[in-house]
């Protein structure tokens, strides 16, 4: 992942090393980045055709690493509806969009911090639920609901 062309801190960034593919001609490259940074083909050629002056906007981008980071994860189940909470926090506040693009945050970074919530809120499960379940030992959960994973995901991607 951000092997071959590293790992963009924005769509600006991302957008300025197009441009210089562009510039020297090489869509070959530009391309290999855009694929790199989970921009469709179609982007990239309505670019290079100029029916866009830039490469990706910031959601653009946000989803692109989105999708990169996602491909190799393979979330499944809860981990699946996270990776789309952060998605719509991305195409509902652009601030969120720039923010995912920023280097260093991941969304591995930000599962982890929704689970250390999760351990940290744990709680016992009742007895005849645990027994409904056909399970005969102590049960713990802490999955956070909706609002708080939402929260948890914001504080994430948007702290200093």
Known sequence: ????????????????????????????ALFELAAENGIDKEDVQDYIDGAVSELATPLIAALGKIKVETDELKPVEIVEDWVNYITAQCTEHPEMAEAVRKKGKSIKGCIGKILKWSWKNSYTIDK???????????????????????????????EA
């Open 1 to 28: 992942m951000f092997d071959k062309y590293g790992e963009f801190n924005s769509s600006q960034e991302l957008n300025a090393a197009a441009a210089g593919q562009l510039k020297e001609g090489d869509t070959a």
């Open 128 to 158: 005849d639920i645990v027994k409904a379940a056909g399970v005969n030992a102590s049960v713990k959960m802490g999955i956070p609901g909706m609002g708080r994973a939402y929260e948890i995901i914001r504080e994430y991607y948007l």
